[in-house]
Structure formats: C-alpha cells, structure tokens
C-alpha cells in the first residue's frame, strides 16, 4: 500500500487543467501498488487512476509502459487506457515526478484465486502475449536470469540472517540456472508481473489486467512460469495441481505451446521462484525503519523454489498433451 | 494512511449479501483516516465508503457515531449516511471487526485553506452545531479537560525527550486550564475533529463533512478552538488572523455566539492546542516500529499553544463584533 506523494491542491489544479476531463469531484490515495503512489480520481468525465512514479520506476522506461497500455488496449486487451492531455501527451509531471492519468477498471482482485480464476488468467495472459505483437518498442527484462547474479551480490553476506544456508542454496541455485536457461523460446511482450493484485475480476469473468510496469520482452513461457507460482501454491506452499492445469490448459487454447516451452515450464519455474525470492530478500533485508510497506516473506519463494527442483516435466504441473 | 485489516473474499461476499446493494464493481482500499480501515466500494447502487473500525475505536460508541450521521443527514448536513442492511442494521461485522458502510461523498479537501474556505466552515459547522439539536443519544468528551491530565501522565516522563522542558510547561498548563475552564458556555454536539482533511470542498464550496468518530456533546465554542487551531495557522506557526476572522464571523452570521463564547475563545483555543499536543506526544512516544502510521509531530501544537497564552481576547483573531 501506498502514497509515498502528495500534492498541493495549487500543483494538482495546474495539472489537471492540462486535461480535458471537466471538474474534478474527488481524488483519493489509493492503498495499492508498492512502487508509486496511486490516487483514483473522479472527474465529470468518470473514474480515473492517477500515478506519481517513485525513485523505483525508471523515467525513461515510462514510454514503453504507457504505450505498450495504449496498444494493448487497442488490440481488445482490458487494461487501464493513458488519457492524453491536451498537449497530447500521456507524460506529464506532478510535485517534480513523472505523472500520468489511466482509465479506471471496474473489478475486483481475488484473494484466494480458485482454479476458475487460473483459467480466466491463462486465456487474459495468452491473448495478452499475442496482442503484444507489432508494438513499437522494445524493453530487456532486468529482473531475468542475467540480472539475478548481480542483485544477489548486493545482499549476499545477509542472506543467512534470514535462513541458515540460504546464501550456498542461493548460489547454487544462480549456478545451475545460469548454465541451462532455455534460450531460443518463443518471446515477445511478457507482463512479468501478473499477480493476483494485479488482474481483476467481475463475478468469476476477468475483467482486466492492471500494473504493467515490470511489463519486458522475455519468453512467453517465462510468464506462465510467474504465475504458477503466484497463483496455484496453498498458504502451506504445496502445490495446487488443479489450479496449475487450469492455468496452462487455458493459456495453451488461446496460444498453444511448442514442446520447447512445455519441456522447459519445470526451469522457467524454478527461476521464477528464485527471482522473486532475490527480490523479495533485497527488500526484506533493505527496508528502511518506519518504511510504510511492510516487506513479503522471502522464504515463501524459498519453499516454492524448493519444489520446483522436484518436478520433473510439466506433467508434475497437471499438464499434458 | 491506513488500511490496517485486509479480509477474504469469502468473508466479504457473505457481508456485503447482506445489503441491497446490487452487484459489487470495486473495492479499494483508501489512505485516509488513521484510526479505521476504509475501502472505496462501487457497486451497482453507487458509491460508498466500507470502514472496519479497529481498535482504537470503542465499538459501543458505534451507534452514536453512526445514528448521529444518520441524524445530521436528515438534517440536511451533506456528511456520509449510513447504509441500513437488509436486517435493518447500519453495524455489521467484516474480519472481526465492527464494520458499516455510508455513502461516498464528492469533494477534495484542501491541503491549504485559504480565508474563503475557513468562511464556509465556519458557517458548515455552525449549521452542524444547530442540526445536532434533538439528536437522542449522548457521548462525554473524554478528550476534555479532564481527560488531559490522566492521558499526559501515561507519557510525562518522556515529554522532555521531545523538548527540554516541555514536560514542566504542561503541567503548568494543566493547572492553569483546570483552574479556568469556563463552565456553562452553550453546548451540544460537536465534531470536535474538524481539521481540513475531513472537509471537502467542490471548487470554493464545501461539499460536506467526514469523519465524526470523535463526536461527542461538548461546548460549542470548543468546536471552533478546534478549527481555530487547525485552519488559520500558517506552516511556520503564525496566525493568519484574515482567516481566524472569516471563521469566526461566517459562524457568528448561522448561530449568533454569546458575550461568554466570545470572552472564553482564547482559553479555548489555548484548551485545544493542548489538546492536539498530548494527543500527538502519546502517539509520538508511543508509536509502534514498523507502524503504518507516521506520528504527526507535537511541537506544531506547543506552537500554537504559545501563540494562544499571548492573546487576551478574541480581538486578538480579529473578531470583534
């Protein structure tokens, strides 16, 4: 949760003068997303998300962001849409951060995604992959394999205050992955961060995808990959074979998989663990005293990691062809 | 900023079918208000606000806070009104926690009032003061004079931690005020929490008042200390007397103050500067590591309590009838 800015009412009414949306009615700090400060702003011309972008997002990376929303939603995808001020621009700038105004999605995150949910989310993530084709832009993943090493050296003397020989099963781990991650996939526009805070739903029907600012061009499968482990685990981190057949099932209907990705679902997971396992450890070990984010726990991406090195092909996921 | 108690899916869907509020279309939670947890809820029927109260509110006072917003609404007050569930209840449970849900109100507060908006809340809560009249239920102030002592004695013996001296020049205060609080000013309900985040404003006019869990019967004049302290202070602790002004005279024009009002506003305001420095010395020396909270910083009050020993009559805010 958070709203790390806030704004004179002076510097807001500056802003939103460059819009064309009529009178604004209410603007609200929203408690969601850790890496901006969101507000949901009413205006009479609806309901909009306002975003100030924080240290943690990158400027130059936000054409990419904003313009793969406004392709993505020109191709049918239910995203959040960049309202264009009327200088044209969907870039603008608030109390000195980098600005933008998004439509507003009705919806609701699920906290406790059924196998209906992972279905849903499969078929919304391969029409996602396929409406990524054509758009302009193009942006590495920084957070895959090559990036993983580095971020782990950044903390890598404090890893065992967390769990007694995490650090030597860390590096092992960096060891193996980094000699056979699959290459040669097929790739594209990955979302990289599909959450279950970050899709929405109407009833059991999503109703929209939001937060693409992790968003890069990586495998396909790699997505795929990040949302078994964020969506098919049980609080116990055992995994839910029904939901994980669910998810890739669907996916495989909208864009079916080659047997290169199917074969390699077991190590795309295995690394996807690992990397939000570094990312939650740098976090966790990181935190500043009276942070208003409270950090996750590393170890749950720890446990998952830990089943992935069990599985074997993605028969252990419930699918097959 | 807060939102302190986050609930299942399952949870909130067997309370929300407790209403008649058609289908549910978002729920957000929102940064605002620091004692309860509130969601931003959209729904077939509207918009509405969800608080679950946590707890530093006392759930028997509930029904005074929530029966009196149904009062004040009916009254013509634009504050929220509580939403009745198909039981006829407008308290429920969600998470544990008591819970309601009261209509969304449009309007942004102002981060910086100017003299005009100090004028419409003035004449705002004047109105409120009269439209209180009749109201059933009764709540003592517990953050009266006689409350401040037993609450500045859970900390005093850190008040010097904060600022040498401060804990002497309370007491010293304490003695003063209990000595010569007036007694018998008119009094009724009051919000007695009326700073400007509770205030919306659509363009130059208030669009209604929020927030009345401090609420309680009390002198009327006490009110306007409050807001006095609140609204008409500059950022470095001068008094901005065209404001104190606009204040006093807009709520002097709806309910005509007495001779004694007018007299006792000084020991008022210097009451409730008091106030809001223990209130905000407890919760600084208190503040838990790692809270949510940032604690709002007690010396801001010293100040204007300083400011306050230094006026000998309401001339001094620039009231004069």
Excluded at 198 to 204: A, Q, S
Excluded at 240 to 247: D, F
Excluded at 251 to 270: N, V
Aim: glycine share 8%.
């Amino acid at each position: 949760m958070a709203v790390y800015t806030e704004f004179t009412d002076e510097d807001f009414a500056d802003f939103i003068a460059g819009y064309d949306l009529g009178a604004v009615l209410s603007v609200k700090g929203i408690a969601e997303g850790v890496e901006n400060s969101n507000y949901l702003l009413a205006t009479e011309a609806g309901q909009f998300i306002l975003t100030l972008y924080e240290k943690r997002v990158e400027p130059a990376d936000l054409p990419f962001f904003l313009g793969l929303m406004e392709h993505l939603a020109g191709r049918g995808i239910t995203c959040p849409l960049p309202v264009h001020n009327r200088g044209g621009n969907i870039l603008g700038r608030l109390a000195d951060r980098p600005a933008a105004i998004v439509t507003f999605l009705q919806g609701l995150s699920s906290r406790r995604p059924r196998a209906g949910h992972c279905a849903e989310l499969g078929r919304a993530m391969a029409e996602l992959h396929l409406a990524g084709e054509g758009f302009g832009l193009a942006r590495p993943n920084a957070l895959s394999v090559e990036g993983w090493r580095p971020l782990f050296e950044t903390c890598d003397t404090r890893a065992d205050d967390v769990l007694k020989g995490l650090g030597e099963q860390i590096v092992a781990e960096l060891d193996f992955l980094e000699k056979s991650w699959p290459q040669d996939l097929p790739s594209g526009i990955i979302h990289a961060d599909l959450f279950p805070d970050n899709v929405f739903f109407l009833g059991d029907r999503l109703s929209g995808l939001i937060d693409f600012y992790f968003a890069c061009n990586d495998t396909f499968a790699y997505d795929i990959a990040i949302t078994l482990n964020a969506w098919c685990f049980e609080a116990d981190c055992s995994l839910n074979v029904t939901k994980a057949r669910a998810l890739i099932a669907a996916y495989d209907e909208i864009r079916p998989l080659t047997s290169a990705e199917i074969a390699a679902l077991p190590i795309l997971a295995r690394g996807a663990a690992l990397r939000f396992l570094l990312t939650r450890l740098f976090d966790w070990l990181t935190v500043p005293a009276g942070a208003l984010v409270v950090p996750k726990d590393p170890l749950e991406y720890y446990k998952k990691l830990r089943f992935h090195r069990h599985v074997t092909s993605a028969g252990d996921y419930g699918f097959t062809r």
